[in-house]
């Protein structure tokens, strides 16, 4: 028997009018939900305090952001409307980077342990498979290009990371309905079930998704493109022989002109999203007797037989939209409260855990008085060109799987159907799900050295290569890597006293943050950051590559360092 939950929304999707939202009872078929009990916070107790920052949201971007400041000691309120962990899968895909991310940030290796990792996929044009691709990937990196796995397992396992720090408060069943602010503090408005209440932060992260209600307070609007192909995701449990990754269907028999798409997640539930055309009607198409009905005949067509049920049905249209800035004085926005992207490259959660990332040590550091608040501006920079960038990737796969337009459907309708005979048209249908970005333009990005043939430039992530072995295993860049800043010096004969001499320093400018020094003697890594004696890179807290050098010196590095972090001010003053 079906266990079905109809909902509406999906990161970097549209939700649906007449849909229940995140208080519609759902009994799943693969997940325990826990309900929080409502607790009266201090505010409704007579207290009035200030709190260093609140996060409204605590979805995976708001749950990392949090995170990432209680590792630095910030003090935190988190504000989550619902009384429990996202109601449904949603967001599915998790990418490497977002892995690399959670275990930086102490949420541990269950993502990877529970997900489904997978590697490729295939796609079919009518009956005829016109694509058999593998990600492309240094098969020497920690962790798996993409894992499936639900947005409800994301979201537990931070939380249950979240509550080992004192110094964090999660506010189940409290909703933020409006939030105002002056330059030295702001005010949300929060309505509970036993009331409203004022809550005073120094900061506010909204994390409160695509119908962002800071967003709206303050008046901001999102930008860009809304597409009209129309699409429902069915999750249903089946045991099936089929192995993981990504499976697509162009004018499949059993949908002609449409669209299919297919994943398995873990606990043998399998993702289904399928196109509606524009003459069928959502209400009617949304109606779980019809579900079943198609999603039975397209399991016919392609050979599966066993029994299945259906766990969850979600309607979606893709929006392709971006704040122009992601800071509004003392209020910053990330995930869908700042851009929407379209699902087909696994790029809406992840670009959101990206963008937590990034605030979340800046934050830190303001919010603790080691840095100035214009440092929160590169935050804005950084991550709207990220968001431009994934909306770019993400619309050229949406025209290609939903052709807005006759031109784009004849164009699809020609790359198919020479796509199976001649191979050398397939990689136009290659979905390019995992292509890393590079931060093109910030202080805190420098100027690259010229010299350098490959390896990550300035603005990459710092690929995690094993580096080692010690007792426990393997030892991967990423374990090497400080809390703050890193030097990793490669055959650096002088990096004892290159060492002490950056300290000193430190010590003398006032440096507030950390630079470690790691030296690195291992042949494969040297390799893959075309290293000669005496190579440098400095590397980020949030692991992105900030500079690279062939000969380095303190003197030069820590005021280039400083001028980046606090501004030229800032460094005449310290100096």
Known sequence: MDRISILDGVSGMASTEGISGSGARYDSLYFDYVHHPFELPPEMRGDAPVHQVVVAGAGPVGLTVALELARRGIEVVVLEEDDT????????????????IFERIGAGTRFVETGVSWKGGRSYYRDKLVLDFQVQQDPRLKHPPMVSLAQCHVEQYLYEALRAYPNVSLRWSSRLEHVEQDGERVTARVHTPSGSYALHAQWLVACDGGRSAVRRSLGKELRGSVYEGRYLIVDIQMRSKEPPGRRVWFDPPA?????????????????????????????????PKRVRERVTEFLASIGETA????????????????????????????????????????RGMNGGVDDAHNLGWKLAWVAAGQAPPA???TYSIERVDAARQNMALAEKSTRFMTPPTRGHAVMQEAVLSLAVSEAFVRELINPRQVTELRMTGSSLRLADDGSFGHGPAPGAV????????????????????????????????????????????RASMGVPFGIDAVALDDAGIAGAFDVRPGTAYLVRPDGHVMARWRAWEPETVLPCLVRAVRGKEELDHAG
């Open 85 to 100: 962990v996202n109601r449904g899968s949603r967001a599915v895909g998790t990418a490497r980077r977002s892995l690399e």
């Open 255 to 287: 949908f002609p002109g449409a669209t299919i798409i297919m994943h398995k997640q873990p606990f043998d539930i399998w993702r289904i999203d399928y196109q509606l055309l524009p003459e069928e009607d959502l209400e009617q198409e949304i109606q």
């Open 307 to 346: 029994d299945w049920q259906i766990d969850w049905i979600s309607p979606y249209r893709a929006h392709s939209l971006t704040l122009d800035d992601y800071r509004d004085g003392r209020v910053l926005f990330a995930g869908d409260a700042a851009h929407l992207v379209p699902i087909f490259g696994a």
């Open 375 to 377: 440092l929160l501006d």
């Open 462 to 505: 710092c690929p995690n290569l094993p580096c080692g072995a010690s007792a426990g295993g393997t030892v991967f860049l990423h374990d090497r890597l400080g809390r703050d800043f890193t030097l990793l010096a490669f055959g650096d004969a002088g990096l004892g006293d290159k060492s002490r001499r950056l300290d000193a320093l």
